[in-house]
């Protein structure tokens, strides 16, 4: 056995799941291949938020079954939020796979490995730490979810919160910046609730603060928040660390209370807006995105007009809208019934789709003639493209190798999702400017 391939859907949290996953084969000899032909290993990290995200994986599985049955010798291994506690109805459906995952853990396919290698692997890896991390890497701090929103399958999968300690968080974000990375995106389902369930008590702010500390290290960002957990320390540390970025992404889900209530998000919207005009006070300049599910059961569209209201209101930076998809297992799956008609649904989604895209134009046209700091990701389509501390997707040309490195950019163009611009000035990564 010599190389594994591993294809991931989802959310940043799977992404980085597929990293260590990636790094545990490496601990074994193996090296990652282009595609799943080349692989004795493929492994596919499902998602199961939305009906068309556990489509694709279903479609993967199913176009992997004639390679499978030609080379049965291949590990075929199936992860994420697909997998629950019980596989029976799993390995039912696709009895070709040889191993099924839930979300972290990985154990039993190193096993698997390790025995195909002739390896004792118990007590033989290090810590699952991405060998080559990309310049911003993601860093899961607490899994799992303790919500239970009715809408949401996480908590099921993913299981109950669980912090990883503060110096761990810190020794993994020391190892990765000596390896390249220079700016760590901290994730959790809901990563404002970190250190409730560890000694002492520390909270995100206590984490930002110990990882601000990290030599190498450029911008600190972190993902996903919920309206309750949103504390004044939190906003406060935001505000006085630099090398936290000013963007924050907290989702609101609905703009109609009942509807709001229904989903068991436990804040109302004028909760939500005092908490919008609170960070904005505090962290100026601050970049908010959201998250909207459009066609809950029982949504009219008396409530659509009060998310839409919120959209117009708030002036999100971004806006990530999703048509409701029942999930089976869920509150909402159990008790409520999927009312909305699809054309609705889709109806909907262009509404706020539209919407955002005017007030993002709007936003991004500011920027015009102005010069950001822009941390360089790598290139796509010939342009050199990275993110200004406000996570504003930035295009431009240059000659030289930049990956890694923090460039003036003076913007020449804007649209709604990206900016562009030619360079001012290039320097190696210091602490993020604001």
């Not at 390790?114 to 730490?129: F, I, N």
């Not at 110096?167 to 993994?172: A, G, L």
């Not at 000694?199 to 309750?228: C, K, Q, W, Y």
């Not at 040309?397 to 709604?416: A, K, Y």
Request: charged residues 25%; glycine residues 8%; neutral net charge.
């Amino acid at each position: 056995m010599k190389g594994f391939y591993i294809w991931t859907v989802g959310c940043q949290m799977n992404k980085a799941d597929s990293e260590r996953t990636g790094a545990a084969l490496e601990q074994l000899g193996l090296r990652c291949v282009e595609s799943p032909r080349e692989a004795d290993i493929v492994v596919l990290n499902s998602c199961v938020v939305r009906q068309n995200a556990e489509d694709r994986v279903v479609g993967m599985l199913s176009s992997l079954k004639p390679l499978k049955e030609q080379h049965p010798e291949r590990i075929l291994a199936l992860m994420g939020c697909m997998v629950g506690p019980s596989h029976d109805e799993l390995r039912r459906r696709f009895p070709y796979v040889d191993v099924f995952m839930r979300p972290q853990q990985v154990e039993s396919l190193v096993r698997q490995v390790g025995q195909r290698l002739g390896m004792e692997v118990d007590g033989c890896l290090g810590p699952l730490v991405p060998a080559r991390p990309e310049v911003v890497t993601h860093v899961p701090v607490v899994h799992g979810c303790d919500k239970f929103c009715t809408f949401c399958i996480i908590p099921y999968r993913r299981g109950r919160e669980v912090s990883r300690p503060v110096e761990e968080v810190v020794r993994e974000c020391e190892v990765l910046a000596r390896r390249g990375m220079h700016e760590v995106v901290l994730l959790g389902q809901n990563i404002d609730s970190y250190g409730h369930d560890l000694p002492g008590r520390p909270d995100l702010g206590d984490l930002l603060e110990a990882i601000h500390a990290v030599a190498g290290l450029a911008r600190i960002r972190f993902l996903t928040s919920h309206p309750n957990d949103m504390t004044d320390r939190i906003i406060r540390a935001v505000a006085a660390l630099p090398k936290v970025c000013p963007h924050i992404n907290l989702p609101f889900q609905a703009g109609d209370d009942t509807v709001l209530a229904n989903m068991r998000r436990g804040y109302t919207s004028a909760q939500y807006r005092r908490l919008v005009e609170k960070i904005r006070a505090a962290i100026p300049g601050v970049a908010l995105s959201t998250d909207l599910i459009v066609g809950f059961p029982g949504e009219t569209e008396e409530q659509f007009q009060r998310s839409v209201e919120m959209v117009r209101d708030i002036r999100f930076d971004k806006v990530h809208v999703a048509m409701y998809s029942p999930r089976p297992g869920t509150i909402a799956w159990r008790k409520m019934g999927d009312d909305v008609l699809l054309e609705e649904k889709e109806r909907r989604f262009c509404v706020i789709e539209g919407l955002q895209a005017q007030i993002a134009s709007e936003l991004n046209a500011a920027h015009l003639g102005r010069t950001l700091e822009v941390l360089v990701e790598g290139r796509r389509q010939g342009k050199w493209q990275g993110r200004t501390t406000t996570d504003k997707l930035v295009f431009f040309e240059h000659p030289g190798d930049l990956v890694g490195e923090v460039v003036q950019v003076r913007i020449t163009h804007t649209s709604p999702w990206s900016l562009q611009g030619s360079v001012v000035e290039a320097r190696t990564p210091v602490v993020a400017a604001r």
